[in-house]
């Protein structure tokens, strides 16, 4: 059965997009903004954020290499759950802190950490009990773990080194995708398992058809409205319209307009990421609608986020043109790379 994107996938999509960012940004603006920071004593030590940036890239390599060989040889369930477990569980335990944080300001650290444990624990039982809910589930942990990360890299090393660690994983998603060649069987598995690792949207549509074949049987059985049944057998082909976008989509854009608010308390440059990160999420879709193959996100998310940055960092800081010009040449090298892939892509499928 032919899969599309449609518009209204499109519109959901985005939507949810947005929303994550920018809930993610109100929370630390009470909570976690640079005056309370520095009036609190909550900066991580040197050492110890060097320590967090080093077990956090050991970290994700680990997981890099665990992934490849458990994609290639297990064939089990109980990996990809234990995965989603762990990660419900830390992203949303700071997704709780945060938002009981807000509500509750003078409370105090042992009481806050553990009633947002009880809270995520709770939503871990809930989604192995009934499998529901995937898409608000992966926002709430998409954007506590993009407040963890960007408050301990952002406050500890500054946003150079913030901006730098979204670039890595902008070329880690690529290599993941075209050179590695296991993120997009990491994606189908997810989705076929309900995983609580990716947002998406998904209807089926009937497109008209000029031909005079007929459908398949066996295909007009997976059909279970019978209104779009009937047509499909006389008059139209039914399509399924769907998209997804995993958690790292949703949480490295916010984990950098995060950190930048959190580092120099200015919500244009914040605002002005978020709007990027959507701009480059518009474009991904049109790639995705125009070649029809398995794209990654981050990467033209980081080339849109860095121009619109570039763009930010003359406005409001135009007397130091040094980040100015390294954001706007990552964009232009990350698009470049960008088109030149897939303008290989489109070649090899020619060929085809």
Known sequence: MERKIGTRQIIFILSLFLLAQFIGLLLVIPSYSPSYSYANNTIPQQGSSISFFFWFIIDIIIIILVLMLVLRYYKGN?????????????GSFF??????????PNIAIFPLSAIALLISLALLAYKIRFN??????????????????GANIGIGFGFLTLYLLIALF??????????????????????????????????LELTPSKSKKKIKKEDLQKISNPEIRYMAERSGTPSISAIMLG?????????LAVGSYMISGNLFTSMMIITGAGTGLLFTIFLLRKYKIGL??????????????????????????????????AALISLLVIFA????????????
């Open 95 to 104: 997704f709780f802190m945060t938002l009981i944080n807000d509500i509750l």
């Open 132 to 149: 529901k809910m995937r898409n608000l589930i992966t926002l709430i942990t998409s954007i506590g773990a993009g407040i963890f990360i």
């Open 170 to 203: 902008a070329v880690y998603d690529y290599l993941a995708v075209f050179v590695l060649k296991f993120m997009i069987p990491f994606a189908q598995e997810a989705s076929k398992r309900n995983l609580a690792f990716m947002i998406g949207s998904s209807d």
């Open 78 to 90: 109980m990996f990809f759950r234990l995965l989603e477990a762990y990660i419900i569980i830390f």
């Open 296 to 329: 990654p996100a981050i990467p033209p998310l980081f080339a849109f986020m860095s121009a619109f940055l570039s763009l930010a960092f003359i406005i409001s800081k135009p007397s130091t043109p040094s980040l100015s010009i390294l954001t706007g040449a």
């Open 247 to 255: 958690n790292g989509d949703i949480m490295l854009p916010m984990t």
């Open 341 to 352: 892939t897939l303008r290989k892509i489109g070649r090899k499928k020619f060929e085809e």
